[in-house]
C-alpha cells in the first residue's frame, strides 16, 4: 500500500499549490479518483472549482477538455456526430470533447436535462453511442462536473439517474481570511496552474486504481455500509434513498481512503469520514420536509450518529 500513498501524496501536494487550504477536499476528490469514479462539485462562483479539475489533469498528465454548459448545448455537441464525405461518400465520426480522459463538464445544471442525459450513457457504461455505433470512452475517463447552488437563477436540477452516477458530491467553500491571502500571494505574477507540472504518470495511475481494490473490508464493515445506506430508505422525511450503487460508492471509496493512509485494512471512521459525501446527493426528501428545508447533508449526519458502529476483531475472524 506503500506505492498507493506514495502516489496520493505527490498528486495531493501538486494539487495544493493552486487549491489553497483545502486539503481534505482534494483528498476526498483524489479518493473519487483512485475509485474511477465522477466527481459533483457544488458550490458558488469564484471558489476554484474549476482550478480543482485543470490541476488534476496537470498532475497526472490526462488528457483534458472543458464543456461549457449553457441552455442551447445540444446532446450532439457533447457526444459528437457523424457527418457525410463527399470524397468517400461515408459518414464519419467527428468525436466531442467528452472523448478525453479528465471532462471538466463546468456548470453542469445550467444545460437542460435532454442534455443533462447524454452523459448517462458515458459516465456508466464508459462509453457513447452514436447513430448506432458505439465508441468507448478513454482509460482512465472521469467527468469533473460543477454546478451552481439550484437556488441560482438559470439553473436545472440534476435527474436522479444522473445523480446517482456521480461518485461523490464534494462543496469547497470560501477560504479562511489567512488562505485568502496566501492566495493573493500566489497569484501576484503568474497563476500556479501555469508553474505545476506532471508528478505521475497515467500508467501509475492506473496501477494503483487496480491496487485499492485489494484492500481489505471486514464483512462488520460491509454490513455497516449496507446498515447506513438501508437508514437512508426507512428516514421519515426522505422520499427516496441511497441505491445499490450509493452501498458499492461508500464501499470503494473507503478502500481508498485507507490506502492513502497508510493502511490495508478499512476501518469504521473511514466510512463515517466519507458517508455524506458519498450518499447525501442520492438523498431525495420529501416535500413536506423541503418545506421544512430539511437538508441531506443533515440526514446523513443524523443516521451516522444513530447507527451502531461494529467493533474490531482479527481479520479473517469468524463472528
Known amino acids: 500500500m506503500s506505492l498507493i500513498r506514495e502516489v496520493g501524496d505527490q498528486v495531493i501536494r501538486n494539487v495544493e499549490k493552486v487549491i489553497i487550504g483545502k486539503h481534505r477536499e482534494v483528498q476526498l476528490a483524489f479518493v473519487a479518483i483512485l475509485c474511477r469514479g465522477h466527481i459533483l462539485i457544488e458550490d458558488v462562483p469564484g471558489v476554484g472549482k474549476t482550478m480543482l479539475a485543470k490541476s488534476f489533469a496537470k498532475?497526472?498528465?490526462?488528457?483534458?477538455?472543458?464543456?461549457?454548459?449553457?441552455?442551447?448545448?445540444?446532446?450532439?455537441?457533447?457526444?459528437?456526430?457523424?457527418?457525410?464525405?463527399?470524397?468517400?461518400?461515408?459518414?464519419?465520426?467527428?468525436?466531442?470533447?467528452?472523448?478525453?480522459?479528465?471532462?471538466?463538464?463546468?456548470?453542469?445544471?445550467?444545460?437542460?436535462?435532454?442534455?443533462?442525459?447524454?452523459?448517462?450513457?458515458?459516465m456508466e457504461e464508459r462509453q457513447v453511442t452514436v447513430d448506432e455505433h458505439t465508441y468507448r470512452m478513454p482509460d482512465p475517463f472521469l467527468i469533473m462536473a460543477t454546478q451552481n447552488p439550484i437556488e441560482y437563477e438559470g439553473t436545472f436540477p440534476l435527474p436522479e439517474a444522473q445523480l446517482d452516477r456521480f461518485l461523490m458530491r464534494i462543496s469547497l467553500g470560501h477560504p479562511k481570511p489567512e488562505e485568502e491571502v496566501r492566495i493573493l500571494d500566489a497569484q501576484q505574477h503568474v497563476h500556479p496552474i501555469e508553474t505545476i507540472g506532471q508528478v505521475i504518470s497515467v500508467e501509475e495511475l492506473l496501477q494503483v486504481q487496480e491496487q485499492v481494490k485489494d484492500i481489505y473490508v471486514d464483512p462488520l464493515i460491509k454490513e455497516y455500509i449496507v446498515a447506513l445506506v438501508n437508514a437512508t430508505r426507512t428516514y421519515p422525511d426522505v422520499y427516496l434513498g441511497a441505491s445499490p450503487r450509493g452501498s458499492l460508492a461508500l464501499y470503494r471509496t473507503s478502500q481508498a481512503l485507507a490506502a492513502l493512509e497508510g493502511r490495508d485494512f478499512v476501518i469504521p471512521d473511514d466510512v463515517k469520514v466519507l458517508a455524506e459525501a458519498t450518499l447525501a446527493h442520492r438523498i431525495i426528501v420529501s416535500p413536506s420536509a423541503r418545506i421544512k428545508n430539511v437538508d441531506t447533508r443533515a440526514v446523513v449526519q443524523e443516521i451516522l450518529s444513530t447507527v451502531p458502529v461494529p467493533g474490531t476483531r482479527p481479520r479473517g475472524a469468524g463472528r
Do not use: W, Y
Open 59 to 122: 498532475s497526472i498528465g490526462c488528457t483534458f477538455r472543458r464543456i461549457q454548459f449553457t441552455p442551447d448545448l445540444l446532446p450532439s455537441d457533447i457526444t459528437g456526430v457523424s457527418i457525410f464525405n463527399p470524397k468517400t461518400r461515408e459518414f464519419e465520426f467527428r468525436h466531442g470533447p467528452i472523448m478525453a480522459q479528465i471532462v471538466l463538464a463546468d456548470e453542469i445544471n445550467r444545460a437542460t436535462p435532454k442534455t443533462q442525459s447524454a452523459l448517462l450513457e458515458c
